[in-house]
């Protein structure tokens, strides 16, 4: 066995060993999350939750989410100004 080949086993030990290390590091790390309360609605969400419903009624089968979701942008841009 060559000098490289020994050299690249003991590199292959030394990265598995870190690869342990991290491993067990990770789970004992992890936090709980905590359970909060869900946030109101922004004025911004109760406009799109709106203007889509009015969009997917008034298109019907023609209704394409993102052409709806695109002049629901445009109409918001123009009413908050």
Do not use: C, Q
Request: proline share 4%; net charge positive; no cysteine.
């Amino acid at each position: 066995m060559s000098e490289s080949d020994s050299r690249i086993d003991k590199l292959e030990k030394e990265v598995s060993e870190l690869r342990s290390k991290l491993e067990n590091s990770t789970v004992s790390t992890k936090k709980e999350k905590t359970p909060r309360a869900p946030r109101a609605p922004s004025e911004y969400n109760l406009f799109m939750k709106k203007h889509l419903a009015s969009e997917k009624t008034r298109l019907g089968d023609k209704y394409d989410h993102k052409a709806a979701f695109k002049s629901a942008g445009e109409a918001w841009s123009k009413n908050k100004k």
